[in-house]
């Protein structure tokens, strides 16, 4: 079992940069791929980033790629979403999630566990 936190949601410009942060309980951490998604008013939830156990991949949706970072630090329990260079269409309720088993992948149906969410607002 994992519980996730995310923080580090908020209101910004257009332009500017936020980093989220998703905290995991328990000491298997290093065992789940990680993923971030988000969901906007009115729409389906979409995936926006993974990245495998060790860091070794990463794969993004193409509206993110160049501008959002996603890494960890198992070390600490944590994954990190950068996101530079933020859109309006950015605006959502950001998710993370873990995923048991080894492979990356983009439906939200292939993660077990889930946060609550953080909001983030990208004013134009």
């Known amino acids: 079992q994992v519980q996730l936190v995310e923080s580090g949601g908020g209101l910004v410009q257009a332009g500017d940069s936020l980093r989220l942060s998703c905290a995991a309980s328990?000491?298997?951490?290093?065992?789940?791929?990680m993923g971030w998604f988000r969901q906007a008013p009115g729409k389906e939830r979409e995936f926006v980033a993974a990245i495998s156990r060790a860091a070794f991949n990463r794969y993004y949706t193409d509206s993110v790629k160049g501008r959002f970072t996603i890494s960890r630090d198992n070390a600490k329990n944590t994954v990190y979403l950068q996101m530079n260079k933020l859109k309006p269409e950015d605006t959502a309720v950001y998710y993370c999630?873990?995923?048991?088993?080894?492979?990356?992948?983009?439906?939200?149906?292939?993660?077990?566990?889930w946060g609550q969410g953080t909001q983030v607002t990208v004013s134009s």
């Open positions: 999630a873990a995923r048991s088993r080894s492979t990356i992948d983009t439906t939200s149906t292939g993660y077990d566990y």
């Open positions: 328990g000491r298997t951490f290093n065992t789940y791929v």
